[in-house]
């Protein structure tokens, strides 16, 4: 499975921004394939610790053989607990390469792609009870809505909740399949398939709480992260990348940034390395086209 579980985007970039110390102590968030990890223990020296996270039972199987790496098994919004745990706090830096992996988008039975015909699944961890088929047969109208038009950014979040709410009464929508038919005439003609994508991110982001999550790991971030430390993050979407810019900015995820009497802002724990995200080349969107709409931020601990 190495080097086609999951083709790492921006892997020079982001690990670079972690600006590596040979003993330092390490998290890559989001495991996965392992790439980002790999690269980080080329960089440690023997006294080096990274510690890594992935919630998909599939992605442990990656685990490299390397005393330096500890691997949790569980979602990454539990860092602070684990940490501490492992006696790894402070850290020198976190990464994290968000969404889903290629991995996950090609495992016909994982639910995740509109490509195959599969149950509406959807869990990165398959231990928990929530899946794509509850969120669709069982959400009331409001909270259908809810999902399609903030997570989606779905325009007619309206009709298309109506049109599965009505599909539904004939019988279950449980498979992929399905699905696609009950909302297809909610589509523009030529732009299927970037339609079903957007519901199945706005489902996908709710079945998982892949924001929530984000929101954990951001708020526990300034008290894992010793002063000059370094947070990575790497978002595929719109949403998570507002929640990341807007926590480096403002240390919250709303409203303005508060100063003192003085002018000096409080409660700000991070500052941007790079005012602009940064993106990927278009040689590495040509080899790897989930890249498009990757964005990298940088953070360092004030």
Do not use: W
Not at 57 to 72: C, F, G, M, T, Y
Not at 286 to 294: I, K, L, M, V
Request: with cysteine; hydrophobic share 40%; proline share 3%.
């Amino acid at each position: 499975m190495p080097g086609t579980y999951h083709d790492p985007v921006l892997l020079q970039e982001s690990v670079d921004a972690l600006s590596i110390v040979a003993d330092g102590t390490y998290v890559d968030a989001t495991f996965g394939g392992g790439g980002h990890s790999k690269e980080i223990l080329k960089r440690l020296g023997a006294k080096g610790r990274l510690i890594a996270f992935d919630r998909d039972d599939d992605a442990i199987q990656n685990k490299p053989d390397d005393e330096r790496l500890v691997l949790v098994n569980h979602n990454f919004k539990y860092m602070k607990k684990f940490l501490r745990y492992h006696d790894a706090i402070p850290v020198d830096g976190i990464i994290a390469d968000l969404g889903i992996s290629s991995h996950q988008i090609n495992e016909p039975a994982r639910g995740f792609s509109t490509r195959f015909e599969a149950a509406l699944d959807m869990r990165m961890n398959r231990e928990t009870s929530l899946t794509a088929a509850e969120v669709v047969n069982t959400y009331d109208a409001a909270g259908l809505t809810r999902i399609f038009s903030s997570y989606g950014e779905i325009r007619n979040s309206r009709t298309l909740t109506e049109t599965i709410v009505t599909a539904r009464k004939k019988s279950a929508i449980e498979t992929i399949d399905q699905l696609k038919s009950a909302i297809a005439s909610c589509t523009d003609r030529g732009f299927e398939n970037q339609y079903y994508a957007k519901v199945f991110q706005a489902i996908r982001i709710e079945v998982n709480d892949e924001l929530g999550a984000l929101k954990e790991l951001l708020l526990q971030s300034p008290h894992l992260v010793r002063k000059g430390g370094r947070l990575v993050f790497i978002a595929y979407h719109s949403l998570e990348d507002r929640l990341i810019k807007n926590f480096v900015a403002k240390g919250k995820f709303e409203g303005e940034l508060e100063k003192d009497l003085f002018g000096n802002t409080e409660g700000v724990p991070f500052h941007a390395v790079n005012k602009k995200p940064m993106e990927a080349t278009e040689a590495e969107i040509a080899a790897n086209p989930r890249a498009r709409s990757a964005k990298l931020r940088i953070a360092e601990r004030n």
